[in-house]
């Protein structure tokens, strides 16, 4: 093995950009997906990606945009923070490069998919002594 590096290419395809961003995004806290379809020509966003993700390599330069759909009580700019963070974080790692330019919007709001907390239930009438008093063995 030679002592000196040879240098060299590596080819990433951008499909394996955008695989790398779709997954830190929605393993991101509060993020509920991508937003997609009309909101997209309403933006007026070019080259169209369903899903609301595009990944734009032209001239050497790196470009996301992200359209999402966050959980409705969160913070956004703090959500908007962390999905910036974790996408410029996994770009860096895998490719050993920086991301030009990030563009995160924020579609819409949305129930978070468990739905609402849990109701503290009306109390039953039972007191903490009934099961003793009750003659139960408990172990």
């Known amino acids: 093995m030679p002592d000196q590096a040879i240098g060299g290419r590596a080819l990433v395809t951008r499909?394996?950009?955008?695989?790398?961003?779709?997954?830190v995004t929605l393993g991101s806290y509060g993020v509920a997906g991508f937003a997609g379809g009309w909101a997209d020509r309403v933006l007026g966003w070019i080259e169209r990606r369903p899903g609301g993700l595009r990944v734009s390599v032209a001239g050497g330069s790196l470009a996301i945009r992200l359209h999402l759909r966050v959980a409705q009580g969160l913070p956004?700019?703090?959500?908007?923070?962390?999905?910036?963070?974790?996408?410029?974080?996994?770009?860096?790692?895998?490719?050993g490069r920086e991301v030009d330019r990030l563009t995160i919007r924020v579609a819409h709001l949305e129930l978070h998919p468990g739905g609402d907390p849990p109701q503290v239930p009306p109390p039953s009438g039972l007191g903490p002594s009934d099961l003793a008093d009750s003659g139960s063995d408990v172990y």
């Not at 956004?76 to 490719?95: F, K, S, Y």
Request: no cysteine; glycine share 0%; proline share 0%.
């Open 15 to 23: 499909r394996a950009v955008i695989d790398i961003v779709r997954r």
């Open 76 to 95: 956004i700019a703090e959500v908007a923070r962390q999905v910036d963070h974790a996408v410029r974080h996994a770009i860096r790692q895998a490719l």
